[in-house]
C-alpha cells in the first residue's frame, strides 16, 4: 500500500471498528503501522501527510480477526521494558505492574530477599522484580512449557539471571519443598469459567485460557493451594502477594485470613480492588 501516514492509520482504524473503541484504534493503528515501518509511533502524528509504501494488509487481517496487537508486533512494554509476547502466556497488563512495585516494597526489608513467581507465564514479573532488585534471587514457576520458554526467552534479551522451573502450584510446588522464600508473588488464573462469554474476543480466542479460567465452583482454587504452600515456603517476616479478581476481592480476603494470614488489601490505578498482601500471623 502506499499512501500517507494520516490514511493508512485510517485504513487500519475502518477495518477494526467493529471490535474497538476510536481511541484504542487509532492507538492500535498507529502501533502496528509504527512495527512494520520501522518508524517511530510519533512520525504518524507529526508528519501524517508523508506518501510512504507498506505492507499492511496481513495485518489488517489478523487484527480484524481479533488477534491481539501484542501478538501480531510480537512484544508489550511493562515495567519500563520491552517483553516478547506471543500465543502461549499471557499479554502483561498495565495493572500488574503495581504488584510489582508493591512486591518490590515489601523486598526492602531483606538485604538479598529470595523472589519467587507462581505461574511467570511470559516472565514479566520475576523479570522486572530482578531488574528492580539486582541483588535478589529469583525464581520463577509455570506448568505450561511455552509460557516458560517465552519466559526464558525474555530473561535471556533482558539480561536478568532468574531461575525458570516447570512445575504445579496446584499439586504444592513439589520441587520447592523445603525452600524458602522472603515474596512470593503471584497473577494465577482467578476468571470464572462463566464470564468467559462476556469478554472480548482478542482474549477468548487468543491468550491462552489455562493462563486465565478457573472452575465456577471453585474460583479461588489458586489463591488456596498457594497460601497453603506458603505457609512452610514463606520466612517468617516475608510476604505473599497476589493480583485478584475485582468481584471476588471480600471473598479472597476471607479466605486468605481464614488459612491463617494478616491480608491487606490495595485498588489499582482504576479504584478496583486488585491486589492483596499476606503475612503469617506471629
Not at 47 to 60: G, K
Not at 262 to 279: A, G, N, T
Request: charged share 25%.
Amino acid at each position: 500500500m502506499r499512501a500517507s501516514r494520516n490514511d493508512i492509520i485510517s485504513h487500519i482504524a475502518n477495518a477494526i471498528e467493529h471490535l474497538y473503541t476510536q481511541t484504542e484504534r487509532k492507538r492500535i493503528a498507529r502501533m502496528v503501522a509504527a512495527h512494520l515501518t520501522g518508524e517511530d509511533e510519533t512520525k504518524f502524528i507529526v508528519e501524517p501527510n508523508e506518501i510512504i509504501d507498506i505492507d499492511i494488509e496481513q495485518a489488517i487481517e489478523e487484527l480484524a480477526q481479533g488477534r491481539p496487537i501484542q501478538y501480531i508486533i510480537g512484544k508489550t512494554e511493562f515495567c519500563g521494558e520491552e517483553f516478547i509476547v506471543r500465543e502461549g502466556a499471557l499479554i502483561p497488563r498495565p495493572e500488574t505492574e503495581e504488584l510489582v512495585i508493591w512486591a518490590r516494597d515489601e523486598a526492602t526489608e531483606f538485604i538479598q530477599p529470595k523472589i519467587l513467581d507462581l505461574c511467570t507465564g511470559s516472565g514479566c514479573i520475576a523479570i522486572s522484580l530482578k531488574r528492580l532488585i539486582p541483588q535478589a534471587i529469583v525464581t520463577a514457576i509455570d506448568l505450561s512449557s511455552d509460557a516458560l520458554a517465552i519466559a526464558q526467552e525474555n530473561a535471556h534479551k533482558l539480561n536478568t539471571p532468574i531461575e525458570f522451573i516447570q512445575d504445579d502450584v496446584l499439586q504444592g510446588v513439589q520441587k520447592l519443598s523445603g525452600k524458602e522464600f522472603d515474596i512470593i508473588v503471584s497473577n494465577p488464573p482467578y476468571i470464572p469459567s462463566s464470564e468467559r462469554e462476556a469478554m472480548h474476543i482478542n482474549v477468548i480466542e487468543y491468550e491462552p485460557n489455562m493462563a486465565l479460567f478457573v472452575d465456577d465452583n471453585d474460583p479461588l482454587i489458586f489463591y488456596r493451594e498457594i497460601a497453603r504452600s506458603a505457609r512452610s515456603m514463606l520466612s517468617t517476616q516475608g510476604s505473599l502477594l497476589f493480583e485478584i479478581h475485582e468481584l471476588l476481592a471480600n471473598q479472597t480476603l476471607q479466605m486468605l485470613q481464614a488459612e491463617g494470614f494478616e491480608v491487606s488489601l490495595r485498588h489499582d490505578f482504576l479504584s478496583k480492588p486488585r491486589m492483596i498482601c499476606c503475612k503469617k500471623k506471629v
